[in-house]
């Protein structure tokens, strides 16, 4: 029984899948955590932790004798090698933020319009670009020293393929997410790379982007696929179509769709990435999503069920209390120093209202995100499935029905990034997409009516606009 494995690099650990390549039905699985990688606003990690935890994950899934692997890991992640392919400093992550400053840098060259057309996205703290700009900025020593970058995904993928001199790959869906590679040219953006540093000869420091289905090396005799970024790697494990939706609630919320041309947001809400396949995945990302629940269910002194339990006892527009949940800044909108800020809160609101305050904010934030990825003329009118550990909740997967006035479905499968993984190890090996997936189940039908949904989204929205101006 040939075997494909799908690997998940997460912020927090490694996820490992073993699936059968015929039926994709689950053989083996294992995990591995990461170490911490530090407080806000400071988010590294040695990428020889990853490296670690896949090592310990593979073997908790029996080390088995697989045909084809494929690496999906964090977007935006800067890894930095020297001459000699030996690691120059920590990797930042894609929730560091100490880059703010050289995101707007970034802008300020050019203009926010330019940067879409260019690259399809305006930077952000996030992106790989910014990154880039601060370590040439407050690390010149460490700057100095590196000859190769690459993303996280990449690094895996190469560490597979024997690490040393080999070449480092990455592919169209990861590398969309730097910020210096074009989903609309298919091509690195060589302008930008000359903002960042007009003396470096770029071509030399930059991975190779495979084609989706290319076999970019071999690993234990297995085929090994040119990988691809988390949220990517999630679409495929859906099996996501046009018009579908996938809203994905975890440490971070994202929400995106497939399209078949690529978009471009001079507002820097939409992120016009490319995916695994060929085809586009404009994505919107929060910094801010269940780690606002863990937040309150904390003050709130209750668990996360009973959290649900008190945000459901309220109703939609939880009494007209609005929670802004930007606990420790926030990427959409574009806010890196703001802090959360409880609106309206009067003498007759109950510990109910502001549980589902939490859980309103971070929704009609996400919502937000959809509704510009809409504007970009992207379909939006399919079906919605929730993903990450808030769907786990019966309250978040009710609530967002409620907000969006569809019914929400959830998946069947736990680690649908690994999931994706599988996927396109399988159709590396076999050169075309496999019939499975993950299967879905529906969690919760709207019961709002569209005055109180719509009532809810609209004080959201003043709140953001009267605190923050956006």
Request: glycine letters at 10%.
């Amino acid at each position: 029984m040939p075997v494909v494995v799908g690997v998940d690099s997460s912020t927090q650990s490694t996820k490992v899948e073993v699936r059968d390549l015929d039926s994709g039905e689950l053989v083996s699985s294992g995990r591995a955590a990461h170490p911490s990688t530090g407080t806000a606003p400071v988010s590294e990690t040695n990428p020889n932790d990853w490296i670690n935890a896949f090592d310990h994950a593979y073997a908790q899934a029996g080390s088995p004798d697989a045909a084809a692997i494929s690496v999906a890991g964090q977007q935006h992640g800067l890894v930095t090698l020297d001459a000699q392919n030996k690691i120059v400093r920590d990797a930042k992550l894609w929730n560091d933020t100490e880059s703010s400053p050289d995101a707007q840098w970034c802008v300020d060259q050019r203009d926010a319009a330019w940067w879409a057309e260019h690259v399809g996205s305006v930077p952000v703290a996030s992106f790989t670009v910014a990154k880039l700009s601060w370590l040439k900025r407050v690390e010149p020593k460490n700057w100095a020293q590196v000859a190769r970058i690459c993303l996280p995904h990449d690094f895996l993928s190469w560490y597979l393929r024997g690490g040393g001199s080999n070449e480092i790959t990455t592919d169209r869906g990861d590398a969309s997410g730097t910020g210096y590679w074009s989903a609309k040219t298919g091509q690195y953006d060589h302008e930008v790379l000359q903002i960042i540093d007009s003396t470096r000869d770029w071509s030399k420091m930059l991975p190779r982007v495979a084609a989706p289905l290319e076999a970019t090396g071999t690993w234990k005799d297995a085929v090994i696929g040119c990988g691809t970024g988390d949220n990517m790697a999630g679409a495929l494990g859906i099996g996501l179509l046009p018009g579908d939706i996938a809203i994905s609630l975890g440490t971070s919320g994202t929400v995106y769709a497939v399209s078949a041309t690529p978009t471009s947001d001079r507002s820097a809400a939409v992120a016009g990435f490319a995916d695994a396949t060929g085809s586009f995945l404009p994505l919107v990302c929060t910094l801010n999503a269940t780690k606002v629940f863990d937040s309150f269910a904390n003050i709130l002194n209750c668990d996360l069920k009973q959290f649900g339990e008190l945000a459901m006892a309220s109703t939609t527009g939880a009494n007209e209390l609005v929670l802004l949940p930007y606990l420790d800044g926030e990427r959409t909108p574009n806010l890196p120093n703001a802090r959360a800020m409880v609106v309206g809160l009067n003498s007759n609101h109950s510990r109910n209202d502001v549980a589902r305050a939490a859980i309103e904010g971070v929704v009609c934030g996400l919502l937000d995100g959809l509704a510009a990825i809409t504007n970009c003329g992207v379909d939006t009118s399919g079906r919605i499935f929730l993903l990450g550990g808030g769907s786990q909740s019966s309250a978040v997967c009710q609530i967002v029905a409620d907000l969006t006035g569809k019914e929400v479905s959830v998946l069947n499968e736990p680690e649908i990034v690994a999931l994706g993984a599988a996927r396109q190890a399988a159709a590396t090996l076999t050169g075309k997409w496999p019939s499975w997936s993950a299967s879905s189940r529906v969690a919760a039908q709207p019961i709002a009516t569209n005055p109180q949904r719509t009532a809810a989204r609209e004080r959201f929205a003043d709140a953001r606009m009267r605190n923050y101006g956006v």
